[in-house]
């Protein structure tokens, strides 16, 4: 069971193949370069890796918009390429996750061609179309500010089509069990290919019910469980991670009450908290939707994370907190986006320190989940603002200080490297931080080794406890009669606590898994504990006779 369960217990390394490696010179990443560096990810200890789209596109959004869902993109190389990258993972015992983008296509896709030329063609209900514009076409647009219609009318089909994104991306009708169909083939060949899953896209759209004139539309989330359930068949272990900002009382419908919909969902609830507390200082709002997202079936998992490929979405938020987190890491506007996001990577908003950025990702990495980092995270890289929308964060990998950061050979790589500023990467490189034990890097490769360790946290029962301080937190971790306990201290000057770990006769005793020191109670079972700012402290619960007896796993 607890094999077949693997997302439960790893790391998630997110990349685009486009941005990471280089192996021909063009200036653009492919399937070779990454092969390439498989053996560095497998060194930094990542158990999966995420792939961003890499089918053939137009590119007008970051390969987002499909021609074609069986095929790799000709700048990134060829099915065979990818054939031997998926080998490559499976014998460093790598996962590989890709994008699977259903929502919509590209408007090139030769099928929306053949729905737009022709009403009687088999594709034409692929599609949805309105004989005239929705009195609702301004509503419901996921980038305000950029669209100003969800509407589009095309004169050749003679009729309007939905996009839910941008106009070049019409929606596919995936109430339609012929697009279902589809969906189920496309999963089924990159399966064969040595995929172990999928990253779901923008699900909430994906089951949506899209009737012209339609306000509340209908979810059909029994579509999930056919997804699921067609996978499982095909490969027992394989999973979907749904793209779903969502509330959290609609978690169980993605789920499944019985856990037989989708097995991960990214937590964006939490994220968009974790933020506010490292903004303010107050880890209450955090600890509350830690609590109510707590409920989920036993086979599910919540995708822990910090930043990604997209804007920071601070939508669920309150104003005051929202204005909070602006505040502190996105003041000036060039900064936000759609109104309601930061479109900076994660070292830049701390300012570059590294004592800040390795309590960010201790506390996330402690977090009720699975880890889900960022390519370029664990060397702390910057993000280039001058470029629009979300390209600011979507530069070059940073390899050395060799030019263009030893990511290619051309002098016009597919986004500029950044190369100005004290993220540049004569400063901010790979090469670099590997000879450097005290570097970013080298402490993230023993951060994934010390939560892999602590399959507590990806399995077991959190418990927040009290620690009579908003900007402390600790949280306790039960799992098969073990037990761990992760403290963060978000303030920016040194606390001392005073903490009852519970767990009885076992918890009189805190063993350091980090870098500090263990810590025995006094005669009251209690702990007291001095934090230094920004200080984090994980402890196996329990003393040296206890962990030998520790259940093997």
Request: charged residues 25%.
């Amino acid at each position: 069971m607890i094999s077949d369960l693997w997302y439960k217990n790893t790391v998630v390394y997110c990349l685009s193949v486009e941005t990471f490696m280089d192996a021909n010179g063009d200036g653009v990443g492919d399937f070779e370069g990454l092969s390439r560096r498989l053996d560095y990810l497998a060194g930094l200890g990542v158990g999966a890796i995420w792939l961003m789209p890499f089918q053939p596109s137009p590119g007008k959004d970051d390969g987002y918009d499909i021609t074609d869902y069986y095929n790799v993109d000709p700048r990134y190389g060829t099915l065979g390429d990818f054939v031997d990258f998926t080998h490559g993972c499976k014998q460093r015992g790598i996962r590989v996750l890709i994008d699977l983008v259903v929502n919509h296509t590209s408007n090139q896709h030769p099928w929306f061609q053949s729905a737009r030329s022709d009403p009687n063609s088999p594709y034409r209900d692929w599609y949805v179309w309105s004989n005239t514009k929705p009195a609702d076409a301004d509503q419901g647009m996921v980038f305000p500010g950029v669209q100003d219609s969800t509407w589009t009318r095309d004169e050749k089909a003679g009729g309007y089509y939905f996009h839910r994104f941008y106009e070049f991306q019409p929606d596919l009708n995936t109430a339609n069990p012929m697009v279902q169909e589809e969906i189920l083939k496309i999963m089924g060949f990159w399966i064969q290919l040595g995929v172990s899953g999928f990253r779901m896209d923008a699900v909430p759209f994906v089951i949506a019910e899209k009737i012209p004139g339609v306000k509340e539309a209908k979810e059909h989330f029994d579509m999930l469980r056919t997804f699921r359930e067609f996978l499982q068949w095909r490969k027992g272990d394989s999973m979907i991670l749904g793209e779903a900002n969502i509330l959290p009382e609609e978690n169980l419908n993605y789920f499944g009450d019985d856990g037989d919909r989708i097995q991960m969902m990214f937590n964006f609830q939490v994220n968009q908290t974790l933020f506010y507390a490292l903004a303010s200082g107050d880890t209450r709002p955090m600890i509350e939707a830690l609590e109510r997202t707590k409920p989920k079936p036993g086979t599910a998992q919540w995708g822990q994370f910090l930043r990604n490929h997209d804007e920071l979405d601070l939508g669920r938020l309150d104003k005051n907190q929202r204005q909070a987190v602006f505040a502190a890491f996105g003041p000036d506007k060039n900064m936000q986006l759609y109104d309601r996001g930061i479109r900076r990577r994660l070292a830049p908003m701390l300012g570059g320190d590294q004592r800040r950025l390795e309590l960010a990702y201790s506390l996330m990495f402690s977090l009720p989940g699975t880890p889900v980092i960022r390519y370029g995270d664990e060397i702390g890289m910057g993000d280039d603002l001058k470029l629009p929308d979300r390209n600011s964060c979507r530069t070059p990998m940073q390899w050395s200080d060799e030019p263009q950061g030893g990511f290619t050979k051309s002098d016009k790589p597919v986004l500029p490297v950044i190369s100005e500023g004290p993220f540049g990467y004569e400063h901010i490189n790979v090469a670099e931080q590997r000879r450097s034990p005290e570097s970013l890097l080298n402490w993230m490769e023993r951060l994934i080794r010390m939560r892999k360790e602590a399959p507590e946290i990806g399995w077991g029962d959190f418990t927040a406890l009290d620690t009579k301080d908003p900007g402390v937190l600790a949280l306790r971790y039960d799992w098969r009669n073990n037990a761990v306990l992760i403290i963060h201290n978000l303030h920016p000057e040194p606390v001392e606590i005073d903490l009852d770990v519970g767990c009885g006769e076992q918890g009189r005793l805190l063993i350091d898994i980090a870098d500090s020191q263990s810590s025995e109670a006094d005669e009251n079972s209690r702990h007291r504990l001095l934090l230094e700012a920004h200080a984090y402290r994980w402890f196996r619960v329990g003393g040296l006779d206890y962990i030998l007896r520790r259940t093997e796993i």
